[in-house]
């Protein structure tokens, strides 16, 4: 069972453009959703992270938006830099059990 | 910030051997994880571990599989009789308590033969 749904699989992003990954979940007892930025090689750091008591969180250039109706979240990346090249993944879980992850998006940022 | 450390980066084994992978979580942290991750795939949950016990595992985490904190400093993940199919990253993570926030090591990367 899948209990996240990450879409899309890549994007590709002009540097200033804004790069957007939606995920879907199942289960409604999750309340913790974060998203992870991984670069090759390296293991996956925590990005920003959301509750599900508020409908959007923002930090720098990076705005967590929550649905809890639609049992959507999405991750928004503007200013998009080529720094910014990585693989994004959505996650959720349940207080401290453990997280499900996302299928991954690759992001490519053109300069 | 401080880090997980894991090592060693890369271990590659002959089917049939047990192989020891090993991680220096945070120091004040109190919740243990194993992940693994084949090559271009989603991260895959394996087992979480607190207070010396296991706390989670999945379906994949069967008999063959084994963890350990052995020390006040160290949390291994043992396979016994390594598959071609165990071939991937392993990651470890661990958490301090009150937060969600696991923070993930550079893995290891096992290679099965």
């Known amino acids: 069972q899948q209990q996240v749904k990450q879409s899309p699989q890549s994007l590709i992003v002009q540097k200033g453009g804004i790069s957007i990954i939606n995920c879907a979940y199942e289960?409604?007892?999750?309340?913790?959703f974060p998203w992870y930025q991984q670069f090759p090689g390296k293991g996956p750091a925590l990005l920003i992270a959301?509750?599900?008591?508020?409908s959007e969180k923002k930090e720098g250039r990076f705005t967590i938006s929550f649905n809890k109706s639609a049992k959507q979240f999405s991750l928004h990346i503007m200013d998009s830099q080529p720094g910014d090249s990585a693989t994004y993944f959505c996650a959720a879980s349940i207080s401290d059990y453990k997280l499900s992850f996302g299928a991954g998006t690759t992001v490519t940022v053109r300069a | 910030e401080p880090e997980v450390t894991q090592t060693p980066s890369h271990q590659v084994t002959q089917m049939g051997q047990e192989v020891i992978l090993r991680c220096v979580p945070i120091?004040?942290?109190?919740?243990f994880y194993w992940y693994r991750q084949i090559l271009g795939q989603k991260v895959e949950f394996l087992v979480s571990f607190y207070n010396n016990e296991i706390s989670e595992k999945s379906e994949i985490f069967d008999d063959q599989f084994s963890v350990e904190r052995p020390d006040g400093s160290n949390f291994t993940l043992k396979i016994r009789s390594t598959k071609l199919e165990d071939s991937a990253m392993y990651f470890c993570?661990?958490?301090?308590?009150?937060?969600?926030?696991?923070?993930f090591g550079d893995g290891t990367r096992l290679s099965i033969l």
């Open positions: 120091s004040n942290h109190l919740y």
């Open positions: 993570a661990s958490r301090a308590e009150g937060t969600g926030r696991r923070h």
């Open positions: 959301i509750r599900p008591d508020v």
């Open positions: 289960n409604t007892a999750f309340d913790y």
